[in-house]
């Protein structure tokens, strides 16, 4: 589980921050980048076989209460753009499920775009258990 406040994995290949894309990553960010996610699926242990990408307001902030939100997933080595996500359900749940990521032979992402209440580790957990 990687957040704030567990910002990296311990071997490495998966590191969370607090602020934009830095110079030099990507296509150098996006005015609408607060924070991002580094995976370097080359460096992920063979026993990883799938991440989830879940968007959570720690502090129990509500979708209703957030601004213009997006979640990009950028190829890091070419700047290119693969997918962009604009929440636009608002309303009273705290998380988003975004995307799931397996590994059966080479990498395949499914777009999610659910809702759900949850802030800590074990809600979402559970939120994910259920709708991935």
Known sequence: MIFTENPASP???IEHTGGPLPKGI?????????EYV????SRLSASADRIVFVVSSFS????EQVGTA????????SGREFARYRFT???????LIMADLRRSG?????AIGR??????????????????
């Open 38 to 41: 580094c995976v370097n699926l």
């Open 26 to 34: 990507g296509a150098e960010g996006d005015k609408d980048d607060k």
């Open 106 to 110: 080479g990498w395949g992402m499914s």
């Open 60 to 63: 129990g902030q509500t979708f």
């Open 115 to 132: 809702t759900a209440a949850g802030q800590t580790f074990p809600d979402l957990l559970r939120v994910i258990d259920h709708h991935v």
């Open 70 to 77: 997006c979640c990009r997933l950028v190829d890091e080595s």
């Open 11 to 13: 071997d490495g290949p």
């Open 89 to 95: 359900e608002a309303g009273p749940h705290t998380s």
